[in-house]
Nanobody, 125 residues
Framework: VQLQASGGGLVQAGGSLRLSCVVS????????VGWFRQAPGKEREFVSA????????YYADSLEGRFTMFIDNAKKTVYLQMNSLKPEDTAVYYC???????????????????WGRGTLVTVSS
């Protein structure tokens, strides 16, 4: 299984970006997928994830509804639409996947065993 993220870049505060993550080697059936981010000097933190069953999408409370995660099954791609970006959103964003991610572990990066390379998002003030 391979995950490849793209779409990062430099954007001004208040702007938008859409990240993409192409998943190859398996389908989304019984497979949790998520987005995490890591800012310089900080630990990797949860952003958003869709449960293994596909029935629920979770978001970090700190996002205040600015981000939306969705999947295009035909393109085998997971997207993260980021609106109203803030300088504190600056980080390397990673997509992750896992077949064994249970609901209670969805927000924890340790639960995921497939990771893509990160894509850098920089938000200027």
């Amino acid at each position: 299984v391979q995950l490849q993220a793209s779409g990062g870049g430099l954007v001004q505060a208040g702007g938008s970006l859409r990240l993409s993550c192409v998943v190859s080697g398996r389908t989304f059936t019984n497979y949790a997928v998520g987005w995490f981010r890591q800012a310089p000097g900080k630990e990797r933190e949860f952003v958003s994830a869709r449960s293994r069953s596909g029935g629920t999408t979770y978001y970090a409370d700190s996002l205040e509804g600015r981000f939306t995660m969705f999947i295009d099954n035909a393109k085998k791609t997971v997207y993260l639409q980021m609106n109203s970006l803030k300088p504190e959103d600056t980080a390397v964003y990673y997509c992750a996947g896992g077949q064994g991610v249970i609901t209670s572990s969805t927000r924890f990066p340790e639960a995921y065993n497939n990771w893509g390379r990160g894509t850098l998002v920089t938000v200027s003030s």
